[in-house]
């Protein structure tokens, strides 16, 4: 049985961890309207935090759907990042994409951080 979500060990929640992650000279890519930050570390598998401004996107509905959009598009494209690494993505936009968008910006987010990586 394959499970379709995202394991508990692949979400980012450690604050000690978040906090390193957005502190420091972390690396960092935009495709408009995501922004990426990660980090190298010594964890077995990438972790990953999605984050959607409440100022933005008023309404709890609107924030999640986008949430569940990026972190579709992660699980189903994961395998291109080669080394573990803390992974944050942030939504910068007011207006809401079609999952295939969100897909494609996503895919090339995770391109980048591989390219930058070796």
Known sequence: MTINGLPREERL???????ALFSGTNRSATDFPLKVI??????????????VSKRQHRRA??????????REAYRLHKDSVTT???IAFLWLSKDF???TVITRKVTSLLNKISCADS
């Open 13 to 19: 929640k450690s604050l000690k961890a978040i906090e």
């Open 38 to 51: 990660w980090r190298n570390t010594s964890e077995p598998t990438s972790r990953l935090l999605v984050s």
């Open 61 to 70: 509905v609107a924030r999640n759907r986008i949430k569940r959009q990026i």
């Open 84 to 86: 573990p690494c803390d």
């Open 97 to 99: 994409f079609p999952t």
